[in-house]
């Protein structure tokens, strides 16, 4: 039996929106299509904003995790139990650190989760270069808390996957057609300030972020 919520997605999914129209805006966006220009922008706004960026090839993906976690001292790290870059992650772990697989609900292991994790490794689903952020897209396999809780946050990128900006990844990826449900764009690590405007990372999430950039080959 159909019940209303049903009724109602199914008349949203037979409307087959087209994307609207939009005025140019009256301030200037940052449009270079370069990918080295692009890229080098998203270095810099992420350490800008107290990220540490890694270029390296695909190659060398384990070896520099191995190297991350060990300088760090990350010693218990979770992961997902999925992904592109699951298997690199595995044997990136193994003998390294103790790995956690978020592979049960998060009421099962909130404590351990928030108290004895030391890093979260996750993909990204593309970066932004012109406002220096990444493109999380969490599901099953790679669950949103993965990059909000553990005080060290891994994410591992695609050079292949940088857009130029917000608009024109949504325009090339189709969004109109399949808006994702649950979408993170991260900047840096988490930080507040308070009214003397005194900045403090970590209070709302992690408090050191080390993006990993795989160029293409």
């Not at 019940?3 to 609207?20: C, G, H, M, S």
């Not at 790290?77 to 992904?83: F, R």
């Not at 292949?160 to 090339?172: G, K, Q, R």
Request: proline share 7%; glycine share 6%; hydrophobic share 40%.
């Amino acid at each position: 039996m159909s019940t209303a919520r049903t009724a109602i997605f199914d008349r949203l999914r037979r409307v087959n929106a087209q994307p609207l129209s939009a005025p140019e805006p009256d301030y200037p966006i940052w449009n270079d299509t370069d990918s080295d220009t692009m890229q080098a922008r998203l270095t810099e706004l992420l350490e800008q904003n107290h990220a540490e960026v890694i270029s390296l090839p695909r190659a060398g993906l384990i070896a520099t995790l191995r190297e991350r976690l060990a300088q760090g001292k990350l010693k218990r790290v979770a992961t997902g139990t999925g992904g592109e870059f699951f298997d690199d992650i595995t044997q990136a772990l193994n003998g390294t650190a103790e790995r956690v697989c978020f592979d049960r609900p998060l009421e099962e292991w909130k404590d351990e989760l928030f108290n004895t994790i030391d890093a979260g490794i996750t993909g990204c689903h593309g970066a932004i270069a012109a406002t220096g952020s990444l493109v999380l897209w969490p599901g099953p396999e790679e669950p949103r808390t993965l990059s909000l809780v553990p005080p060290h946050h891994i994410a591992i990128l695609k050079a292949s996957t940088l857009h130029t900006n917000l608009p024109a990844m949504m325009t090339d990826e189709g969004w109109n057609q399949a808006m994702p449900t649950n979408l993170l764009l991260v900047s840096g690590p988490s930080k507040t300030a308070d009214i003397q405007q005194t900045l403090a990372y970590g209070a709302h999430g992690p408090s050191a972020l080390t993006v990993l950039i795989l160029e293409d080959a």
